[in-house]
């Protein structure tokens, strides 16, 4: 099969996790998502996950939680999800590995770059909890990080929403999407869709982005294939 891209890593939050529901899983969703994952792998893909954890923990969600304390509980946060999206996946027998930023050996790897290479090069996914282990870092500086040490093809960035806009498509019907934007545009017009800090990491490294709607039927292996889907971000 004529692939573009043979090694990915995808972004996944939590809220797209939840749903409609808005907190913990919508099974339904999970396996939409879980089956287009088996997909794009038995294609031969290697594949990637950062995982968020909005679904259970965002912020310090208007209480006055000291930051450092807040992200660690946001960090473990990403764990369930990772743990649900490993046990969704290896149902349908696909190979899976967790590895965790923060030390927590009883249910998952400590990231160990080495052993997520060979891991992908055994065509297993690797999944990777807890953003980058730092307190004030996303989860999105944590899949540019992963995606540059593990030498990703493209970042792609499942939305709720099927690309980026000027501004919030929910509120405002007349938003324009982009096809695609520079780095330093998105920046400089402080679009939301990514991190600033994310976004300049990507830059840097000249690491693609592709944002799209996790929704749309097969995206994942539309955007694999080389299909023009949603924003670039390049």
Not at 37 to 61: A, E, L, S, T
Not at 85 to 96: F, M, P, S, Y
Not at 199 to 227: H, Q, W, Y
């Amino acid at each position: 099969m004529d692939l573009k891209y043979k090694r990915v890593i995808i972004k996944i939050s939590g809220e797209a996790l939840a749903g409609d529901k808005g907190m913990g899983f919508d099974q339904a969703v999970v396996g939409r998502v879980v089956d287009q994952i088996k997909h794009v792998h038995d294609m031969g893909v290697q594949v990637g996950i950062v995982v968020g954890g909005g679904n259970f923990w965002r912020g310090r969600q208007g209480t006055e939680m000291e930051r450092t304390t807040a992200d660690h509980m946001g960090m473990l946060a990403t764990v369930i999800n990772a743990l649900a999206l490993q046990d969704a996946l290896e149902r349908k027998n696909v190979q899976t590995r967790v590895q965790t930023a923060l030390t927590i050996t009883r249910v998952a790897e400590p990231y160990i770059l080495r052993k997520a290479l060979s891991h992908l090069d055994k065509g297993r996914v690797v999944i990777f909890a807890c953003g980058t282990g730092n307190p004030f870092f996303s989860t999105d500086t944590a899949v540019a990080l992963r995606a540059a040490e593990i030498n990703a093809e493209v970042i792609l960035l499942a939305k709720n929403v099927d690309g980026i806009y000027d501004s919030d498509p929910k509120t405002n019907p007349n938003a324009k999407k982009y096809k695609e934007i520079k780095y330093i545009d998105f920046i400089s017009q402080g679009l939301k869709a990514m991190d600033t800090a994310a976004v300049a990491i990507c830059m840097e490294n000249k690491t693609p982005i592709l944002a799209f709607g996790l929704n749309e039927e097969d995206s994942i292996a539309r955007v694999v294939k080389g299909e023009e889907i949603g924003t670039w971000i390049r």
